[in-house]
């Protein structure tokens, strides 16, 4: 056996020795996994993007503003009942009891309320929703700097509850991007800034939760779900993409829960900005036909593969419809090259056609696709896109069954009824006292589950005098009598 030399040995233990005594001296070039650098930086990797939300949040601030708003109502001081006489089963026509409690003389009050918006162009036009501003008799913004300005409505949609006002600045405004609504996908990173209770600049972040929601609104609901914390005074303030693009409007919340909040999609609001700024009001397309959708029955029935697509159940004599040659029973697949799965879907699409556009419109009728050119109409007042029957047009009021969205936004206990959406200025269901969010339990006693049992008691009952509902206010239930339109 061949002894190494001693001096091997030595040079080991004067190596090991040296270590120790000088650790730091010698380290490895891999570098430790650690929580800063397990994740790359958002914006590290994009050429001049801000490197965090508070960097976004800096940049985008300034084209959100505060809206402040006055309302002249009348009213009598310290009385809840309006004009009506209270309690006339026991007054009855006691002239005193009249003089004291109709004949007081009404008084004007200022109600205020706060919302956001966000400013789209240079020279003053911002966004905000239409609740924001609707009915006020003074409008103020407050920008990012505490400058205030008087502004004035240039246009309004209540049915998407969108509107465009205007300020009169010194000076070119920041202004915001616009972004795609259509991309978002839902898991994504989103955040609002906004005025929630007056809190000026509030910002507020989390995530797509789910899209195209219907919360029975009105009859174009498409709205954005997110759990970002939108309260009062957020309404009408920019939802924004980490892109820094705006990809929503902020209009929502859901009564008696937590993070849960609605926006309106930009490209709703972008569609119509042209007729607001133009007409200060919006044109939307009409087919003149009244639709449902295709129920597992009714395909059983008619013998259909699948339930996708909208039945016609009526074709109002005269309208693009009629004139193209679509005829009841005809099932709508797809319009404009856009697939038709429901009713609520071919609502929107047609309303977001202009008039005089002409359109392929494409039907199943006995088992064959059949191709019409149609020549789009404009939708007139009372004029639904989506009726589900003669209800609509002659009592003024447009309904829907309530979906569990519906019922969570509402705060409603259950699903029975069908609720209002839509009320016709002066038209029967308006001069009865019904409201939108009524939800009508009953029709002349008979309990309504369904849009089904609606229909049906409502064509049953339509040509009698008068109509008896059961009706769903808040925690409070009341009958009310609808009285046949008068044809004209």
């Known amino acids: 056996m061949v002894k190494r030399p001693k001096i091997f040995f030595y040079v080991i233990v004067f190596v090991v020795l040296l270590l120790s005594m000088y650790p730091a001296h010698f380290t490895f070039s891999t570098q430790e996994l650690s929580v800063d650098n397990a994740f790359a930086s958002p914006a590290g990797n994009v ?40 309690f006339p089963k026991f007054f009855g026509e006691d002239d005193f009891f009249r003089r004291f409690f109709q004949d007081a003389p009404e008084k004007e009050f200022k109600q205020q309320s706060l919302g956001s918006g966000f400013i789209i162009s240079r020279d003053g036009y911002i966004f905000t929703n239409n609740h ?13 700097t505490g ?4 502004a004035e409505i240039k246009g309004k949609d209540p049915t998407t509850d969108i509107a465009l006002i205007k300020i009169n600045p010194e000076n070119s405004l920041p202004v915001v991007k616009f972004g795609d609504s259509d991309k ?25 939760s789910a899209k195209g929601r219907v919360i029975g609104s009105g009859p174009y609901d498409n709205f954005i779900q997110t759990d ?23 209009t929502a919340i859901v009564a008696q829960a937590h993070g849960i909040g609605f926006a309106i ?7 119509i900005l042209a007729d607001l700024k133009s007409k200060g009001s919006v044109s939307r397309g009409w087919l003149g036909i009244s639709i449902q959708d295709i129920t597992d029955d009714i395909a059983e029935n008619m013998k259909l593969k699948n339930v996708k697509g909208v039945l016609v159940g009526q074709v109002f004599e005269g309208d693009p419809a009629d004139k193209a040659g679509i005829k009841t029973g005809d099932i709508i697949i797809e319009i404009d090259g856009k697939q038709i799965q429901d009713s609520h879907e071919l609502l929107r699409i047609v309303a977001a056609l202009k008039s005089g556009e002409k359109v392929t419109v494409k039907v199943l009728r006995e088992g064959q696709t059949k191709g019409f050119e149609v020549i789009i109409g404009e939708r007139k007042g009372e004029k639904e896109i989506a009726r589900k029957g003669k209800f609509g047009e002659h009592y003024g009021m447009t309904v829907q069954e309530i979906t569990p969205e519906m019922a969570g936004h509402f705060g409603l206990s259950d699903k029975s009824g069908v609720i209002i959406t ?17 939800v009508i339990l009953q029709i002349n006693k008979v309990k309504i ?40």
């Open 47 to 86: 050429a001049g993007a801000p490197a965090s939300l508070a960097d976004l949040v800096e940049k985008l601030s300034p084209a959100v503003v505060n809206i402040s708003t006055t309302t002249i109502i009348k009213g009598r001081q310290g009385y809840p009942f309006g004009r009506r006489m209270p």
């Open 132 to 144: 924001v501003v609707e009915k006020a008799t003074k409008i103020k913004v407050k920008l990012a």
């Open 147 to 150: 400058k205030e300005y008087d």
């Open 184 to 208: 978002l996908r839902i898991g994504e990173s989103i955040f609002a800034i906004g005025n929630p209770f007056g809190l000026e600049q509030t910002v507020t972040a989390g995530i797509v």
């Open 228 to 250: 970002a914390s939108i309260n009062p005074g957020n309404s009408g303030g920019p939802l924004f993409n980490y892109e820094g693009a705006v990809v929503g409007i902020n």
């Open 265 to 271: 999609p930009i490209n709703t609001a972008k569609g």
């Open 422 to 438: 839509q009320v016709q200025e002066g038209g029967p269901a308006d001069d009865a006292g019904l409201k939108t969010q009524d």
């Open 449 to 488: 589950s369904s849009l089904d049992d609606f229909l049906r008691e409502i064509t049953k009952n339509s040509q009698e005098g008068t109509i008896l509902l059961l009706i769903k206010r808040g925690e409070t239930t009341f009958f009310v009598t609808l009285k046949k339109e008068s044809t004209k």
